[in-house]
């Protein structure tokens, strides 16, 4: 009887370090060369999961900096106070 791997969450769900995190892993696993074929397809499918979470996350950041940068006219901080009620 062959005991089922722990069901591991889905990428959507996971932090960029927790997807990293994973990612070294499954890369570090694959470099081995020790899995089985259909082992290392589920992981290379695991992996690009993985890596298409982080650049969410990357591209997310990316985003998010640019509305906040001079160079697109977004502010780098809150204006003062006196500067918001005008």
Same mark, same amino acid.
């Given at each position: 009887?062959?005991?089922?791997?722990?069901?591991?969450?889905?990428?959507?769900? &996971?932090?960029?370090?927790?997807?990293?995190?994973? &990612? +070294?892993? +499954? +890369?570090?696993?694959?470099?081995?060369?020790?899995?089985?074929?259909?082992?290392?397809?589920? &992981? !290379?499918? @695991?992996?690009?999961?993985?890596? /298409?979470?982080?650049?969410? !996350? &990357?591209?997310?950041?990316?985003? @998010?900096?640019?509305? +906040?940068?001079?160079?697109?006219?977004?502010?780098?901080?809150?204006?003062?106070? /006196?500067?918001?009620?005008?």
């Amino acid at each position: 009887m062959s005991q089922e791997p722990p069901a591991r969450p889905d990428p959507a769900t &996971l932090s960029y370090e927790q997807a990293r995190a994973e &990612l +070294v892993d +499954v +890369v570090q696993r694959l470099e081995q060369g020790a899995a089985t074929l259909e082992d290392s397809l589920a &992981l !290379w499918e @695991r992996g690009e999961a993985l890596a /298409a979470r982080c650049q969410e !996350w &990357l591209d997310g950041a990316r985003d @998010r900096l640019a509305r +906040v940068s001079p160079a697109s006219g977004g502010a780098t901080e809150a204006p003062a106070p /006196a500067e918001r009620d005008r």
